[in-house]
T-cell receptor
Framework: DQQVKQNSPSLSVQEGRISILNCDYT??????FLWYKKYPAEGPTFLIS?????DKNEDGRFTVFLNKSAKHLSLHIVPSQPGDSAVYFC????????????FGSGTRLLVRP | DSGVTQTPKHLITATGQRVTLRCSPR?????VYWYQQSLDQGLQFLIQ???????AKGNILERFSAQQFPDLHSELNLSSLELGDSALYFC???????????????FGPGTRLTVL
């Protein structure tokens, strides 16, 4: 039973345009959501997070939106750069999951020059 | 560089064997987490230790065990290895045991295990 789903395994965008990565979750008890970025041969690195009391969090070119009623979050990268090409993982946690991080399967982003 | 180190980087072994993966958390982090990433899958939480004690357990097989030592480094022991155990194994560390707005997990570079 996948509680966190990233339905798009890959995404390709032109440099300078917006990248939108999506994530859906099923557990309404999740109250903290994160995005991690992973380059080949490296461990995931934390990118941005959002608490369930917010619907938007922004950090430079990265913005995460949370729609609790739809159990959906998205990561917007504007403008996209070739260095953003990586695998992006969505993760969620909450008291219900003993605060373990539950990861989605990842979306591979390719930013074309 | 996250400050979390994992050894070895690569490990190739045969079915039925036993291996030990090692993780050193960031300086000051008391919590260590182990994750498994199989091909094209997300990271699956295995187990968490906080200051030497088991804190949370995920989908960890009985053939797998872990411990955290007084110096806070951790080891993941995998025994009676099967082909399906081939995966990337990541260790992460954090200051406090709970995943929250105040707690970020920092990941090591992983150990790639290949079981032949």
């Amino acid at each position: 039973d996948q509680q966190v789903k990233q339905n798009s395994p890959s995404l390709s965008v032109q440099e300078g345009r917006i990248s939108i990565l999506n994530c859906d979750y099923t557990n309404s008890m999740f109250d903290y959501f994160l995005w991690y970025k992973k380059y080949p041969a490296e461990g995931p690195t934390f990118l941005i997070s959002i608490s369930s009391i917010k619907d938007k969090n922004e950090d430079g070119r990265f913005t995460v939106f949370l729609n609790k009623s739809a159990k959906h979050l998205s990561l917007h990268i504007v403008p996209s750069q070739p260095g953003d090409s990586a695998v992006y993982f969505c993760a969620a946690s909450g008291m219900d999951s003993s605060y373990k991080l539950i990861f989605g399967s990842g979306t591979r982003l390719l930013v074309r020059p | 560089d996250s400050g979390v180190t994992q050894t070895p980087k690569h490990l190739i072994t045969a079915t039925g064997q036993r291996v030990t993966l090692r993780c050193s958390p960031r300086s000051g982090d008391l919590s260590v987490y182990w994750y498994q990433q199989s091909l094209d899958q997300g990271l699956q939480f295995l187990i968490q230790y906080y200051n030497g004690e088991e804190r949370a357990k995920g989908n960890i097989l009985e053939r797998f065990s872990a411990q955290q030592f007084p110096d806070l480094h951790s080891e993941l022991n995998l025994s009676s290895l099967e082909l399906g155990d081939s995966a990337l194994y990541f260790c992460a560390s954090s200051v406090v045991p709970e995943a929250s707005s105040y707690n970020e997990q920092f990941f090591g570079p992983g150990t790639r295990l290949t079981v032949l």
